[in-house]
């Protein structure tokens, strides 16, 4: 059975597993097609403009914000902006196509504010916050400080948990078991 919906977002803290379980979902249906965020951090080695993220500037990201371009945007660190380009999802649902995306929490819930029963939230969790800590600590890309940072993003994150359609606990070393809530979501929105 399947439903109208026009935006997919998985949302939760930084290494939990948001953009291996879109990706799946992405995989799994030709009906999906990841939403592009913009941010003003560094990209990282491996990384492309337009592929993984859109990178600008301070300035140029602040003067897209005047500009109105942004559906939602959020400094999600301090001088580190994330958005979603407008241009980006009616490109997207222009196709025919559902735009999923990989965003912050409060940046979802902005996307629920506009886009109501059209847009269903999915907040991933870790089983633990010493299992987060130990993700983020193996993927080497953050200092100490954006370690214990993002650890306490996410403590108040779980404050938002009941704002969302569904979650997703993705256990260390158990991704068959988000997998296959990631195949009921294929199923139910995007057959």
Not at 49 to 78: A, C, M, T
Not at 92 to 118: H, P, Y
Not at 161 to 173: A, H, L, R, S, Y
Request: charged fraction near 25%; glycine fraction near 8%.
């Amino acid at each position: 059975m399947s439903h109208t919906k026009k935006i997919i977002v998985f949302a939760g803290p930084s290494g939990v597993g948001k953009s291996t379980l879109a990706n799946m979902l992405i995989h799994h249906s030709d009906k999906c097609e990841f939403s592009v965020s913009a941010t003003t951090r560094p990209i990282r080695l491996g990384e492309q403009h337009g592929q993984n993220y859109y990178f600008f500037s301070k300035d140029e990201f602040q003067s897209r914000i005047e500009n109105g371009d942004f559906l939602e945007w959020e400094e999600v660190y301090p001088g580190v902006l994330y958005g979603t380009l407008q241009s980006e999802v009616a490109r997207i649902t222009s196709l025919g196509k559902i735009a999923i995306f990989d965003i912050d929490v409060l940046g979802a819930i902005n996307i629920k504010e506009q886009f109501g029963d059209e847009a269903h939230l999915i907040f991933v969790k870790p089983e633990s916050m010493k299992a987060l800590e130990e993700r983020l600590r193996q993927r080497g890309t953050d200092s100490e400080e954006q370690i214990q940072a993002r650890i306490a993003r996410f403590e108040k994150e779980l404050g938002y948990e009941d704002k969302f359609d569904q979650v997703i606990v993705n256990e260390t070393g158990r991704i068959d078991a988000a997998k296959e809530q990631v195949l009921i979501i294929a199923n139910t929105y995007c057959s």
